[in-house]
């Protein structure tokens, strides 16, 4: 049986996330500095082929696909080597068990930013990388759930709402995670950017005032 503490939920890396769009903001203003010109939004029809295990979409437990493949459905593709997923935690000790069924190896545990959540590194038969992130948070079964009836990509694969996705890359603060959450709210619509304004400022309301800059930050990369 998988126990996780109960810990309240913090924000330990807000002092990360508020460095970087210090930085990012003084960059943005430079003179030297130009904005950007924008993009064509055709990404979505046109992403790089994720090769995964064909048994994947048969997995015995919801999932949402998160990291640099969700990533990359909201923004321009860039290049990923592996696969994350999220699950609830109830569901961690049967996808671990099936991966195994399937030929999978576990490489390693991981020590996932998002609290009250753990996870590990496993490689398919075909060599794929697979991160399993299973998370005991409340909204982690709203966010698949979602994910599984309304967005997914052009391979069928379940893909993170951009609201849970973002709020996952406030947690990490991350330099990357940062410079993704200021470019996808950057090609975001209205609707998009009110409804992660308010996921945010529920589940992680300390990181409120730096989504909004992260925001400002996106749109006038985009001339916008």
Not at 28 to 36: C, E, F, I, Q
Request: with cysteine; hydrophobic share 40%; glycine share 6%.
């Amino acid at each position: 049986m998988i126990e996780i503490m109960l810990d309240l939920v913090t924000d330990p890396n807000g002092n990360r996330r508020q460095k970087f769009i210090q930085v990012a903001t003084t960059i943005r203003h430079s003179k030297h500095n130009k904005v950007g010109t924008g993009s064509i939004l055709a990404w979505g029809l046109s992403l790089q082929k994720i090769h995964i295990m064909d048994k994947l979409n048969s997995i015995p437990v919801s999932f949402a696909v998160v990291g640099g493949v969700a990533t990359r459905y909201y923004m321009p593709e860039r290049q990923t080597q592996d696969l994350d997923i999220l699950i609830a935690i109830d569901d961690y000790s049967n996808i671990c068990q099936y991966l195994q069924s399937q030929g999978g190896t576990q490489l390693n545990q991981l020590a996932p930013d998002l609290p009250q959540t753990i996870g590990s590194t496993w490689q398919l038969p075909d060599g794929q990388l697979l991160d399993v992130l299973a998370s005991q948070l409340d909204w982690v079964k709203n966010a698949i759930a979602r994910s599984i009836v309304y967005d997914r990509d052009p391979q069928e694969l379940p893909i993170i709402g951009l609201e849970y996705l973002v709020l996952m890359k406030l947690f990490s603060a991350r330099t990357q995670d940062l410079a993704d959450i200021s470019r996808m709210m950057g090609y975001a619509d209205e609707d998009i950017i009110k409804s992660t304004s308010a996921l945010v400022k529920i589940e992680l309301p300390s990181a409120l005032e730096d989504l909004e800059n992260l925001i400002q930050l996106g749109k006038l990369e985009l001339g916008l």
